[in-house]
């Protein structure tokens, strides 16, 4: 996977970590998804490591590098076959490179290359809701949401949380989900057929917790699939609630 370079922007390689030495993968983590997401929200590096080795691979990661192997960003996606849902479970820039387009060469080059290799009926993501969550070190919440929103991402209207990634940890509350593709025949205006949806949202807990709880939370999130479709919001009004 290559991205062609703009004039006025560093050169970059957007590679697949399976093509790439161990250590790239090291200091992907070390370097970039440490310093982007609190422990609650990141998989420890040997289970990362592991669903990346897996032979009939779920998970899959891309790493942004310099004309000198520095990395300085990547992305990492997991694919819900049964659902055809492409979940983005983590994007990020490097700390020191933020702010220089990098995420955004990242997004839009491996978009393209999942489209053509999963055709997904939708592409999400996850970003702490801004209006609850506020900067603690690892990114801006608002600065990401208004990221997602010039890159055409919508909010889902869901009450949703990421699930806990290990059994003594806690489930991470008040995200919000957002499509950063929608395939043709699922979006009905400003809305979204709800079952890719709800099916997402049951693998993605059986996948992490290994069990659909009865819990207040998830019963939440089953009401507001409870029609055909769901609505798809602009960020920009989560935006002007801050």
């Not at 250590?23 to 490591?49: G, I, N, Q």
Request: net charge negative; proline share 8%; with cysteine.
């Amino acid at each position: 996977m290559t991205e062609t370079n703009v004039a006025g922007e560093i050169p970059l390689r957007i590679v697949d970590v399976g093509e790439l030495p161990e250590s790239a993968l090291d200091e992907f983590y070390d370097d970039v998804l440490t310093p982007s997401f609190p422990d609650e929200e990141l998989l420890m590096p040997d289970e990362l490591s592991r669903a990346l080795a897996d032979p009939e691979p779920r998970m899959f990661a891309s790493v942004a590098l310099t004309e000198r192997n520095e990395v300085v960003g990547g992305v990492v996606g997991q694919w819900f076959p049964e659902c055809k849902v492409i979940l983005t479970v983590y994007l990020a820039t490097h700390p020191g490179r933020r702010g220089g387009g990098i995420g955004r060469r990242i997004l839009r080059t491996v978009m393209e290359e999942w489209t053509r290799r999963f055709d997904p009926l939708l592409v999400l993501g996850e970003v702490e809701d801004p209006r609850r969550h506020r900067d603690r070190g690892f990114g801006d919440p608002g600065r990401r949401l208004a990221f997602y929103a010039t890159e055409g991402a919508r909010v889902i209207d869901v009450p949703y949380f990421q699930p806990r990634l290990r059994p003594d940890e806690s489930r991470v509350p008040d995200l919000l989900l957002m499509t950063f593709a929608v395939h043709d025949r699922f979006r009905l205006g400003s809305t979204v057929d709800s079952a890719p949806v709800r099916c997402f949202l049951e693998k993605n807990l059986l996948a992490s917790e290994g069990a659909i709880g009865d819990d207040s939370e998830t019963e939440a999130l089953w009401q507001a699939l409870d029609g055909p479709v769901v609505a798809l919001l602009d960020p920009d009004t989560v935006l002007g609630e801050l």
